[in-house]
């Protein structure tokens, strides 16, 4: 019996040295290796294969719908970070101008973006911004050094509060007051002319309980504060000195279109101290002509967007929103 054993062991020991010099090269063994036993690398390359046309369209194909999914959820996310960016800042403003008021009993920041005098000259009246965030294309040192930056600087001494994340390049300022809010502008059919003493400020006409044009906090009765519009994102430097918003008529100014920089929609802040964002209802509001205007300075070119002409809905999304921000802007309607 261990005799046998022997043999085994013998025989066992011969067929692996067998297999063994089969595997080496130029050992004449056969031309393949056993297919039980992991060849060496240089043999292994024989095995290795490349992708088909095929195989590569399809992975080419999967790159291509994810990222055709992926970039617009990525566009959107930007969207709403940069919207939450400017929905603060306009918080900070609407608050800012709250402060002035309570410092000046109650009289609301005059509106627009300049400094105006009174005709006699005894009387200096500073807008809510100044003319340093007017000049277009301007560094920020070039901003700072600036000292006419306006009443509400001293509430608000950050430059970025005052311009949109997607404003228009070039436009440090993005932000307007609505027209009735102390307007230097006078819109026809909403304030008392000859009423405003030296401090150039006519009276609002009064309808009910709806003071038109605001110039102090006591005016705002009805609606309510929550619901009197104060600063509106315009994407860009208005040409006028503030947003301008007409009251008899059911159209929209053509030096003041409805901004859409923010996916279709707009931000605006209230007179409360909140502000909200609004997706505007109807395709016209969104796709009504407009023009890119440009003006130029010694120094720099500036481009801004204005209507073709003045504009009236001709659907009823269209006039939803526009009499929309016509009763935020002036408390009701004037037709």
């Keep these: 019996m261990m ?33 039980t036993v992991v060849p060496p690398l240089e043999k292994r390359r024989y095995f290795l294969t490349a992708f088909t046309l095929i195989e590569l369209l399809v992975v080419i194909s999967i790159i291509s719908l994810l990222m055709a999914i992926l970039i617009p959820v990525l566009g959107r996310a930007r969207e709403l970070g940069q919207r939450a ?37 005894r009387l200096t009246l500073e807008s809510w911004v100044g003319p340093a965030f007017r000049s277009p294309n301007k560094s920020r040192s070039e901003l700072l050094e600036n000292p006419r930056k306006g ?10 509060v005052y311009r949109c994340p997607r404003g228009r390049p070039g436009h440090a300022l993005t932000y307007a007051t609505v027209i009735a809010a102390n307007s230097s502008s006078k819109v026809e059919g909403t304030c008392m002319m000859g009423t405003g003493g030296l401090d150039l400020t006519e009276s609002g006409i009064r309808v009910g309980r709806t003071v038109l044009r605001l110039t102090k906090l006591t005016d705002i009765v009805s609606p309510g504060a929550a619901q009197r519009a104060v600063f509106i994102d315009t994407g860009q430097n208005t040409t006028g000195s503030d947003f301008y918003v007409y009251y008899l008529y059911p159209k929209w100014k053509l030096s003041s279109p409805p901004p859409i920089h923010h996916r279709d929609g707009v931000t605006l802040s209230m ?3 909140h502000a909200e964002y609004w997706k505007w209802k109807g395709r016209e509001t969104v796709n009504m002509p407009r023009r890119l205007m440009m003006g130029r300075d010694l120094t720099s070119t500036v481009y801004w967007e204005r209507l ?5 809905p001709q659907t009823e999304d269209g006039l939803h929103d526009l009499q929309r921000l016509q009763r935020a802007t002036w408390g009701r309607l004037g037709y």
């Design 3 to 35: 005799r046998e054993m022997r043999g085994f062991t013998r025989l066992g020991r011969r067929i692996s040295q067998q297999q063994g010099t089969e595997l080496r090269p130029g050992s004449g063994g056969g031309k393949f290796p056993n297919p």
């Design 271 to 273: 007179a409360d101290g």
């Design 308 to 312: 073709e002409d003045d504009y009236e």
């Design 151 to 160: 009443a509400l600087w001293p509430w608000i001494k950050d430059i970025d």
């Design 85 to 121: 960016v400017c929905l603060s800042n306009l918080r900070q403003l609407t608050l800012a101008w709250l402060a002035y008021a309570d410092e000046h009993d109650s009289k609301i920041v005059r509106g627009g973006g300049s400094t105006y005098k009174s005709t006699i000259g």
